[in-house]
């Protein structure tokens, strides 16, 4: 190759990278001002003392990650973690079947449709609705009472039941998405595969189908625990003293307590949860990669033998 070819090579490579360059600093700038920068702040008022009549005073301190240790809110994070977990777990029990379906039907369009037609109306409207439902004088209780199944209005609202309740109609969707996704690249051979070495239906299931669509299950499982673990507008609506959580103690530390160092504080506790998350994701997904990679090279070497 002569050198005037390599030459226009390299300004063609060169042209390329700062094309690439150029059009990623909109990206890079937006990420910057709307991510990193909050993120930072909310990372340095948690270490700054809280200020007489509200705000922060420019004093570095420990004191908010230590009030954390409080009896009082410690028994609060255990109420999260809890509801969270059980919210999270129900809903990834009902996304499985759900994406499973989906992903088998020949009307994957018109399913797709179905769920994503929640996220086009506001979720405090979606709230409301459930509380009509679940008031003493609404729906749900009205049936009950004229099938003669209850005698006296049931609670069915304004409790941990009604947060965990709403909280996977609110989230279900997030888990239904990313495992249809996983389930829909599936090669369903392996279940036949399975099933001919005479593995049950269930052993087929745990063995071949769920380690194959792993990906999609952590997926769904990090994008409910998070918002959930930090969720603020359905305990506050659809429950009571006993569902009082970890989103809610944010808002109030900063809109009546005023509080900011602390609020700043659990904000980061959530924010290292969803970093921790995000890695968890990432590494499955290329542990995932990996292992393709590995069973193509020794199909195409199995393929070469013969």
């Not at 087929?204 to 998070?226: E, N, Y």
């Not at 429950?239 to 900011?260: A, E, F, H, P």
């Not at 602390?262 to 959530?270: D, E, P, Q, R, V």
């Not at 499955?284 to 990679?293: E, P, T």
Request: hydrophobic share 50%; aromatic share 12%; glycine share 6%.
């Amino acid at each position: 190759m002569k050198d005037n070819d390599l030459q226009t090579i390299n300004k063609q490579r060169r042209l390329k990278l700062n094309t690439g360059t150029f059009y990623g600093w909109p990206m890079g700038l937006w990420f910057m001002i709307f991510f990193i920068v909050p993120l930072v702040i909310i990372l340095v008022y948690s270490f700054l003392k809280k200020g007489v009549y509200g705000g922060v005073e420019l004093k570095l301190t420990l004191k908010a990650y230590i009030q954390m240790f409080k009896p009082e809110y410690g028994l609060i994070l255990l109420r999260t973690l809890k509801i969270t977990v059980i919210s999270t777990l129900i809903t990834i029990l009902i996304a499985l079947p759900c994406a499973y379906a989906m992903a088998r039907s020949k009307h994957q369009t018109l399913f797709l449709f179905l769920i994503i037609i929640p996220f086009w109306t506001n979720s405090l409207i979606r709230i409301f609705a459930w509380m009509s439902i679940l008031n003493n004088d609404g729906m749900l209780n009205q049936i009950l009472l004229k099938l003669g199944i209850i005698k006296e209005y049931l609670p069915f609202l304004y409790n941990t039941k009604a947060v965990i309740l709403v909280s996977v109609y609110m989230y279900i969707p997030y888990a239904i998405l990313p495992i249809f996704t996983a389930v829909d690249r599936f090669d369903f051979s392996l279940l036949e595969a399975a099933r001919d070495l005479t593995a049950t239906k269930m052993q087929a299931i745990t063995k071949v189908l769920l380690p194959g669509i792993r990906s999609g299950i952590v997926s769904a499982l990090i994008f409910t625990f998070i918002p959930i673990f930090g969720a603020y507008t359905v305990p506050l609506l659809v429950g009571g003293k006993d569902s009082y959580m970890l989103g809610n103690i944010i808002v109030d530390q900063v809109q009546k307590t005023r509080n900011w160092p602390l609020a700043a504080a659990f904000s980061m506790i959530i924010t290292l949860i969803s970093v921790i998350g995000i890695i968890w994701i990432t590494k499955s997904n290329d542990k995932d990669a990996q292992l393709k990679k590995k069973n193509n090279k020794e199909d195409n070497y199995v393929g070469g033998i013969q």
